[in-house]
């Protein structure tokens, strides 16, 4: 099973969360219809969404997509502490021998009668007692995870780590003005706050659309012909551009003219920081 977190949507009303969890989910099954992964059911607990599959490069790409903070490949046993110690032991005996150090870290929402620290000690003396290895709370070599959500705990030692943000197309459709490589960034920063995005641009936007396609979780994403100026006129309620501080003073006449937000994610970076964040942008 492949456990998957969120954290800003956590944030929300109830009714907005679940709009939000709806469209996450919507979202994650279209990015694994369109690449191939295949159709899935997902299923939603408070806090957590929970797909059935023991595929590290499905849990890999899902850590990708925006809204999710993070992902697991885990196993799924009774929240029952001596069922937890078996399965924990049975982990560690495939991943760890006397000559590595181990971790157990444990998080638990719910009733229980037990303390989440009751379960780290008992399950860590347990992992000890049997392998041999050495405990190592800073640095260990492998750690082995538990979550324990309600008459369910969830067993995994990777974790694939997501860029959070917020599900594409919880806020509104905003235009992203592409000039250049860096312009992808600043659209890449659009959808990550959750935007639906369209592009404008001089010349052929087909290469900065298809890198942008599966960041927008293969939503529809439109195009424009046209300068910054152009972009004033269209009907969008914001405009994100990949404007350098560097650079502002160049646009202070134009900026000058406009009729709508407009919003520089990369207002603060420098050349290099924007060349390895269009890199990964790229990765996908």
Known sequence: MILIRYSEIALKSRFVRKKFEDILMENIKRVLKVEGYGEFKLKKDWGRIYLKSNDYNMAKRISKIFGVSSTSVVIEVNSDI????????????????EKKS??????????????????????????????????????????????IRGDKAYIFTEVFKGYAG??????????CYMSDDKSVLAAWFALKRGCDIDLIGKGDLE????????????????????DLEKAFEIEHNGIFVSIMAKDIKNYIEILKKRTKPVFMPLLSFNDGKISKRVRDVKLI
């Open 102 to 147: 181990f971790a157990i870290k444990v998080r638990r929402y719910g009733k229980h009668d037990y303390t989440s620290m009751d379960v780290a000690r008992e399950v860590g003396y347990k992992v000890e007692k049997i392998t041999k290895a050495k405990v190592d709370l800073d640095n260990p070599d492998v750690e082995i995870g538990i979550e």
């Open 207 to 226: 290469e900065f659309k298809n890198l942008l396609k599966p960041w927008a979780c293969y939503r529809k994403i439109g195009t424009f012909e046209g």
């Open 82 to 97: 001596n069922e937890i110690k078996s399965e924990v032991v049975n982990v560690a005996l495939r991943k760890i021998d």
């Open 166 to 175: 917020l599900p594409v197309g919880t806020q509104e459709r905003v235009l």
